[in-house]
């Protein structure tokens, strides 16, 4: 056995603690080491040409770096010894920084540990074997999942490249929460002119198949061959008849006698219905948990959208229906929810009238609105308006901790236009610490303080009302003392929650979410659109609160990684992972319990388990629970991990 | 009882229910587990010496793709089958437990922590019983004392595998136990205490407290010591008692929702 180790110095990240010679004259004197070098920067060309100069003159059969973290470099040095023709398997990495020199102060003991930590990654290298990736055919499509602004820029982009994709969105239209928007901060576009003709691109795309009203079932597979199911639920509208012409919705008994979602209920629609004007597709849905037709089986003598559509396209029969679909890529775009302020007893949402959130004045502000774009609330122009920032986000009593990012901004648009709206309402806005980092957006919350709308540090400790009247108490703890502010309307600053759709979703595909329940990404810094689980992307707030330009702009990266993927007609499957010695298994089924990602699957008829290689992600978890020592971790064999560790006890 | 068993089997062998009993039979003054087919061999039936019948059940079970058999048993047998299902070893459905109690004599031998089945098919289960607490010894020695009583102990092994091979828990085809990488070859004692420390880890959630180990070792090692005091974290640390019904999670083989 001929092991080559490199000690890198790190520049003097490492070597200011650690004494690289003293490591290597211990190294080099054990019997498998053949060479043992140092250099200031191994991960560098030089370096990793030393290595390379190595392998081929002195025949290495391993190789050792002692560097960094191997999360960190591992992938370069695996890459530089095979391309100088070692099986990339056959290197190991030692962590003498974040490991070593990073936390030890005392250069002699940092030095021992350096070279007791080197000598441990020796012996695990000399038991290495020689692994070798499979090749794995790639479909050339995708899924995404979710409809707003995130899903259909990631959606675009991908069909754009040329590759079909499944746009899923469980609403009768897509549009996400951006449809529901009037104006966007900082900019004040109105983001129906910004987004619907994105939507239209959507419906027309002849590389996107649209299906709205629709949820995925269940995901089986892996990166490059998911295999999905998707439930299109029944509109009870033919929608290659229907043309939208709304004679239906005219016509039927309940118009104007149901909360209309999509106007957080301030609004109202009938039984069948489109959720705002410029919905896409611009097709009728019928709400069968309200139509009578469908509940009772009855409405009057006949259904009146029936008669009142010219072209049939009511069936009251549909059923739902299940679609599959293989694609090679899945981007999840499930966005969020608005924060539920009724947990927050003391602004009383829900008790008093003008107590709304952020989300219901955007829909008072809207053209299309339940107010027609009026400022009215609840029938009158209110004049003195109060705005709570903070609600359900920063908030660790409630369990939401983070900052929702949107929430300062989307307050000092409202703000605005209020003011331009009321030019004489006097506007004060209770804020915790003012957030206006995106381009563009301090000078906008600049503008807004020239308008005259008033910025108090503090936020609000209670709404109550005396005399018909709403009061709001807070502290202002810039002035250091209480005071209070009667008003006509008060707006909750509401933050931003997973959407509900992202539990089945990710329980589906495996995803681990972070402290805010949120999806987690692949790395907070490097690999923000991706997930653990490869060819698993994700886009906008699904992943965290974002405002539109980020989402946009995540969802192209999600875009361009699919892209890269589906680009690729054969993937090289990870070789490690766990196997399972057949003759020694005996069908106890623990190790099944324990995949996080459905990797086993039992073999009935031989009474053993199986492990799908292109599912597995190598965790180990199997392998520790296997009581008879049935599944092996291919490059963490239980000889490779004890010989490690017995060189450093 | 034995009488009164005999009787109970004969009629649940002539209701066609079942393709055989499990129980032991007598053979020149000593017994074995036996399969009965046939009612007229039912007169060589006997209940002693206590023997593991969830192992035999186990292998016979294998055997045979799908017949159906009775099962005689004790409370540590019904418990050893819970446990043994749990982790896909036997098909309860293709079982008939006929339970039988313990005496109180058996019941004490064993420090039974419930020395009758949960069905009682013939004969009356202990009213009254409570079994001797086998850990208080060891719980009142100081931490140095207790490793010195395992030193000594351990060292007792002649590595006979005794202990394993008579557990009812034990199933797998490949044992850790004779891996060399754990337990090296050629070594006696083996070393402290790596061979009964892996055999505590299998058996955390898993130990229904029959005794069988001990009965077996050759050297007198107070092995039901030990697991009792596994049993015990298992219950203190989890809630979790070996042997319980089949909706009793074990929670060593539980995963959290990741994080």
Redesign the interface.
Known sequence: MKIGVYVCHCGVNISNTVDVQKVISEVSALPTVAVCRDYQYMCSDPGQEMIAKDIRELGLDRVVVAACSPRMHEPTFRGAVEAAGMNPYCFEMANIREQCSWVHEDKEQATRKAADLVKSSVARAALLEPLNSTEVPVTHAALVIGGGIAGIQTALDIANSGYPVYLVEKDPSIGGHMAQFDKTFPTLDCAACILTPKMVDVARHPNIELLTYSEVESIEGSVGNFHVRIRKKPRYVNVSLCTGCGSCATACRLVGRIPSEFDMGLGKRGAIYVPFPQAVPLRYTIDPEKCLMLKHGKCGTSPKCVDACDRDAIDFSMTEEILEVDVGAIVVATGYKEFDPTIKREYKYGTFKNVMTGLELERIFAPSGPTGGKALINGKVPKKIVFVSCVGSRDKRIGNPYCSRVCCMYIAKQAHLLKEKIPDADITVMYTDMRAFGKGYEEFYERVQKEGIKYRRGNAAEVYEEDGVLHVRAEDTLMGEPYELEADLVVLGTGLEPSDAADAIGHML?L??S?DKFFLEAHPKLRPVDTVIDGVFLAGAAQGPKDIPDTVAQASGAASHVVNLLSKDVILAEPIVAEVNT????????CE??C?YDAHAFDEERNVMTINKAICKGCG?CAA?C????IAMNHFR??QI?AQILEVI | MEQELKAHLKKLMASGDVAGIIALKSERGMAKPYLFADASELECLCLTPKYPMASVARLLLDEDGAARFAIVCRGCDERALRELAK???VDLDRLVIVGIPCDEEMARECACPEPFPSVVAVGTKLEQWEAEDIGAAYRAMELDEKLAFWKHQLEKCNKCYGCRNACPMC??????LE?A?WVKHGRLPPEFPIYHMIRAF?LAGKCIACGECQRACPSDIPLMVLNTLLREDMEELFGYVSGTGADAENPL???EE??
């Open positions: 495996h681990s979410r402290a003759d020694v298994c005996a069908g106890c089924r623990i319990i324990l996080p978890s629970a009581p008879s020592g049935a239980d000889s004890v | 982790r896909h070893q199933f797998c085809k490949d044992c850790e891996n990488l299998h083989y539980t995963k990741m994080q």
